[in-house]
């Protein structure tokens, strides 16, 4: 997730991604309710305030994140921050008396706010600790790699990182326990896969992901915030999900594809699941959305970006299906 802002002018590091097209999506108005379940510094928080909404719920699991906005809510009667996580949105909004809201916006995975702090251990660019905890609490990379199983840091690393060679980093992993220091699993990783300084891509960042995704429970938690998000559109609500690797892309295609009943019909040896099913709850809105060269020109770490956006219809949300796919390490 890259969702600090330098076109509105609050924050000239960062840039978030394919705001345009976002809040083109969402088309906020005055009077509307809004969630923005991933508030980060800000960045579409503030788009969508410019529009003169009524209400906008901001999440965010991060400390951080929430404490630096509080000047922002202090200035924003329409804002409301919650320091949860998305997935629970409809149960915040509950106990905050909010049944229904206009537009939620999602947008996936790590913020550069958080990438680019070393003592929050998300990157190897900088020497940090190995921590990479969205919520400050439980259990930290360093905790993970120095206990568990080999073969479980390996599937880690394939399922989560598409990493092919999985076991041999885990291998190498537990050879070096204990590890402490972002730079010594980046060290570990670039041993193991035989990484040569002028290689285009280091091979410690499917790991690094990989690691991350699996401490905050990322692809399940996404999968909760698509089925919080049906829960609380009102009839006509829009989406916009924006996600930056495949298996977060798999996943809210196949929810949009389930949801708008796009599902291919299904033959003799798979019969049609969908046959005699709920009624579709969302319609796309639009073909998937990338950046543009000259965004990718500007911020790199919209490049891998993708903007699905979809409305919501009156039928009733469909039960919550577990919709990320694993594979065996290899």
Do not use: C
């Amino acid at each position: 997730m890259s969702d600090l802002l330098s076109d509105t002018g609050h924050d000239p590091r960062h840039a978030p991604v394919l705001l345009a097209e976002v809040i083109a999506g969402l088309a906020p108005a005055p009077g509307e309710t809004h969630v923005d379940g991933t508030f980060g510094a800000g960045g579409y928080t503030r788009a969508i305030l410019s529009a003169g909404v009524a209400r906008l719920f901001a999440f965010d699991r991060d400390p951080d994140a929430i404490a630096e906005g509080r000047a922002l809510e202090a200035a924003e009667a329409a804002l409301v921050l919650v320091p949860d996580r998305f997935g629970r949105m409809a149960e915040a909004l509950a106990e905050r008396d909010v049944a229904a809201v206009d537009g939620v916006t999602l947008d996936i995975g790590v913020s550069s706010m958080q990438l680019d702090r070393a003592d929050r251990g998300f990157s190897f660019q900088s020497d940090g600790p190995l921590d990479m905890r969205m919520e400050q609490e439980g259990e930290s990379a360093a905790d993970f790699l120095n206990t568990a199983d080999e073969a479980d840091i390996a599937n880690v690393l394939y399922e989560l990182g598409e990493e092919p060679r999985s076991r041999r980093i885990a291998h190498a992993i537990v050879a070096a326990r204990p590890l402490t220091r972002t730079g010594e699993l980046a060290a570990i990783v670039r041993r193991a896969l035989g990484y040569k300084p002028h290689d285009k891509k280091d091979p410690a960042t499917r790991s690094f992901q990989a690691i991350r995704i699996h401490l905050n429970r990322e692809l399940g938690e996404l999968e909760d915030g698509l089925a919080a998000a049906e829960r609380v559109l009102k009839p006509g609500g829009r989406l916009a999900v924006v996600s930056f690797h495949s298996g977060e892309d798999r996943i809210v295609k196949r929810f949009l594809r389930q949801r708008s009943g796009a599902t291919p019909a299904g033959s003799r040896h798979r019969p049609d699941a969908g046959a005699g099913g709920p009624a579709p709850s969302f319609e796309a809105v639009s073909k998937p959305v990338r950046a543009s060269e000259a965004e990718i020109a500007r911020n790199p770490r919209s490049r891998s970006a993708t903007l699905r956006i979809a409305r919501r219809t009156a039928a009733s949300p469909w039960p919550h299906p577990n919709l990320s796919e694993k594979g065996p390490a290899s």
